[in-house]
């Protein structure tokens, strides 16, 4: 294929831009809500357009210069001396069948309030899950993750281990017990992180970047009781 000529976009075209994604990811935020739990494939594309930046491709808000130097955390830190997973973007929700589910932490009705706000190279990176091989995941890895090799711009033959077992083996370890039967709780919960990733986003945009405060503003589920 021939080389062909680039041109830069004016800036006015990347505003738009920038509101259109937010637009998009606060609709994937709503369809995940009402229970399409794969539109979280398709939020993790989204972050990644917005805060990525990786060789030559820089993050939507960048090229704006609006990135903010600080992103709100709803996670905290985990704890080193636990010897039980952690994965503080999640709660286990119970159904009134008496099912249990992995959900984002905004959906479980108990999001510690206010979020603190973290530099974002910590943010992007502090762990943020320990499985039940103490292996741990920060954003940075989930959003990658998902958005790059199992279904957000690619689905690859193959996946990382460590991320398989998260997403399909419950390699967090919770179950729920009924009787004489043990299983599993329900959900993805790398899904379920995106959406909560995607709440912190929102919330840190709609906080620190006035210009886009209006495209920005959390989507706050409603938390079946």
């Given at each position: 294929m021939p080389k062909r000529n680039?041109?830069?976009?004016?800036?006015?075209?990347?505003?738009?831009?920038?509101?259109?994604?937010?637009?998009?990811?606060?609709?994937?935020?709503?369809?995940?809500?009402?229970g399409i739990e794969a539109v979280g494939k398709h939020i993790a594309l989204?972050?990644?357009v917005l805060i990525h930046q990786h060789g030559q491709s820089r993050a939507l808000l960048d090229q704006l210069k609006a990135h903010p130097d600080y992103f709100l955390?709803?996670?905290?830190?985990?704890?080193?001396?636990?010897?039980?997973?952690e994965f503080p973007l999640l709660s286990m929700q119970l159904s009134s069948a008496g099912n249990g589910r992995y959900v984002p932490?905004?959906?479980g009705g108990n999001l510690p309030e206010p979020m603190r706000p973290?530099?974002?190279?910590?943010?992007?990176?502090n762990p943020v899950l320990r499985d039940n091989k103490r292996r741990t995941f920060s954003r940075r890895d989930l959003v990658l993750h998902v958005a790059d090799t199992d279904g957000g711009a690619h689905v690859d033959p193959e996946l990382d281990q460590a991320y398989m077992e998260i997403s399909r083996n419950n390699s967090l370890?919770?179950?729920?017990?009924?009787?004489?039967?043990?299983?599993a709780l329900d959900g993805r919960p790398e899904l379920a992180c995106m959406r909560?990733?995607?709440?912190?986003?929102?919330?840190?945009?709609?906080?620190?970047?006035p210009p886009y405060s209006v495209h920005s503003a959390p989507v706050i589920p409603i938390v079946k009781q």
């Open positions: 680039r041109v830069q976009r004016p800036k006015d075209e990347l505003k738009r831009e920038l509101a259109e994604q937010l637009h998009l990811l606060r609709l994937s935020c709503e369809a995940f809500d009402r989204s972050i990644r955390d709803s996670a905290g830190t985990l704890r080193t001396e636990n010897l039980l997973t932490t905004i959906a973290l530099r974002f190279p910590d943010w992007w990176g370890g919770w179950v729920l017990t009924k009787g004489d039967m043990t299983q909560q990733i995607a709440h912190e986003i929102l919330s840190t945009i709609h906080r620190y970047v």
